[in-house]
Nanobody, 116 residues
């Protein structure tokens, strides 16, 4: 059974603050999967935030470039999203995603709230 379990959200962060999200995967061969973080603000569509591929290449949405950093630890089957200089518009439910060929798995999501 595949599981992606996110953590690190759930609290209130002030604008300009930082937060680190974690996602631990089980039930997959983690090293072959591209790992993504998506987010879905209330009332809006889900959007891709950042990707990290098996070769450690990374990609970011323009809105988070220079503020967010995605990383992975293959020994821990984990992917992380370090979010710095948070803005109110970063508030959303953040989802971890694992993708390899036709296999695509999602976590349950973790809430990030940014407000003063």
């Amino acid at each position: 059974q595949v599981q992606l379990v996110e953590s690190g959200g759930g609290g209130l962060v002030q604008p300009g603050g930082s937060l680190k999200l974690s996602c631990v995967a089980s039930g997959i061969i983690f090293t072959v999967y591209s790992m993504q973080w998506y987010r879905q603000p209330t009332g809006k569509l889900r959007e891709l935030v950042a990707s990290i591929h098996p070769n450690l290449a990374t990609e970011y949405a323009d809105s988070v470039k220079g503020r967010f950093t995605i990383s992975r630890d293959n020994d821990q089957n984990a992917v992380y999203l370090q979010m710095d200089n948070l803005r109110p518009e970063d508030a959303a439910v953040y989802y971890c995603n694992a993708n390899f060929l036709q296999s695509n798995f999602w976590g349950q999501g973790t809430q990030v709230t940014v407000a003063s």
